[in-house]
């Protein structure tokens, strides 16, 4: 059967998934400089027979497998592969060579399983019901997103791309297991900067001055009621800023007041209304005091929508590969992907397999300089990559 072939090749290819896995762990490519990250996997594309192209949106990738049917049916897989400005503290034989960058939100792991999936998908394309895109996703970690670039470039055309379905480690799940979620899975972000400008000068001559910092503290106060008095209830939204810059003294208030943060949510409609409620609040609130304000908000990634039919197929076709107790249901998460950009165009499913082994002290959440895997998940994630992809063909 398809699937034990898939199982079997996917064991065989295992110790170059860990290879392909640690090599892009040893050299992480921050956003939009993947360039040598990008040259390795279309060389490792070139190894397997896999036709491809280069360059598409920047550093981005896209091979094909499969045969043109008179459907054209056509559905893709993605993998980013940028890291993260960390500097690794890990003690494994392979950390990264490269100082302040590390691969700390798994990309290195996505990309090698997509290339094994793409290798075993070649391997059984005589099999499959149609096309499958093999996209490598430069950028995701940093706005406007490499999935956007790529888009532009016409990564979802010729030959059209009917679904789309991505994978992500996560190491809220033990090795083994996969989760999934239909509907709105995760959040939008946008950026919020904030300059609160006024007349600094001696703190101990409050009333001959502009108190830009306690105009801050009270702006941060007043800027919760957007998400307590304005907010729709049942629409979960977040707005939160992390960090304040009052570069004074004890005895001085400064000219300037730098304030950032995020926002998000789960509806277009209220995103856009929010960001509306930030900029009254702040001129209103800073020109209360007596000063100026600049609010500049950076449109990020859209809210992650799984469609239904999609993510049912991927999540019945991993408990067929699995077995049923090995999948699970997710949470919403106010976290941002920019997969967003493409489930915002076609139907897609954005999945999570598991990578923690509590037991070997593997659990460190995403995005922090002890980050690692559990390698035992690069057996079952390619195959089930690939296994989906033939049920989404075989189901459009």
Partial sequence: MLKE?????????????????????????????????ARFISQKLTDYGIAHQTNIGGN???????????????????????????????????VS???????ACGHDAHTSMLLTAARILKQIEMHLE???????????????????????????????????VGQHVFPGLEAGLVGFRTGAYMASADEITIRIKGTGGHAAMPDQINDTVLTAAHLIVNLQQVISRFA??????????????????????????????????????????????????????????????EVLIEDGYPFLMNEAQTTLIAKEAAIAYLGAEKVIDL???????????????????FY????????????????TSTFDIDEESLLAGPALMAWIAVEQLKNL
């Fill in 5 to 37: 072939k898939i199982q079997q090749l996917s064991l065989g290819f295992y110790q170059e998934t860990v290879a392909n896995r640690r090599h892009i762990h040893q050299n992480p490519e921050l956003s939009f400089q993947e360039k040598n990250t």
């Fill in 97 to 103: 060579k490269i100082p302040g960058v590390m691969h």
């Fill in 130 to 164: 149609g096309q499958i895109k093999l996209i490598f996703q430069p950028a995701e970690e940093k706005l406007p997103g490499g999935a956007l670039g790529m888009i532009k470039a016409g990564v979802l055309k010729n030959p059209d791309v009917q679904r789309i």
């Fill in 232 to 293: 729709p209830p049942v629409v979960p939204s977040v707005l939160s800023f992390g960090k304040v810059i009052a570069q004074g003294a004890f005895n001085i208030i400064p000219d300037e007041v730098l304030i950032q943060g995020t926002f998000r949510t789960f509806d277009e409609a209220w995103r856009v209304k929010a960001k509306n409620h930030i900029r009254t609040i702040t001129e209103n609130t800073v020109d209360a005091a007596g000063m100026e304000a």
């Fill in 331 to 349: 949470d919403q998460r106010m976290t941002a992907e920019d997969f967003a950009w493409y489930s915002q165009q076609i139907p897609a499913a």
């Fill in 352 to 367: 999570r397999i598991g990578t923690a082994n509590k037991a070997k002290g593997i659990n460190s959440n995403l995005h």
């Fill in 60 to 94: 981005g990738i896209v091979g094909l497998v499969g045969k043109a049917s008179a459907s054209g049916k056509c559905i893709a897989l993605r993998a980013d592969m940028d890291a993260l400005p960390i500097q690794e503290t890990n003690t494994h034989d392979f």
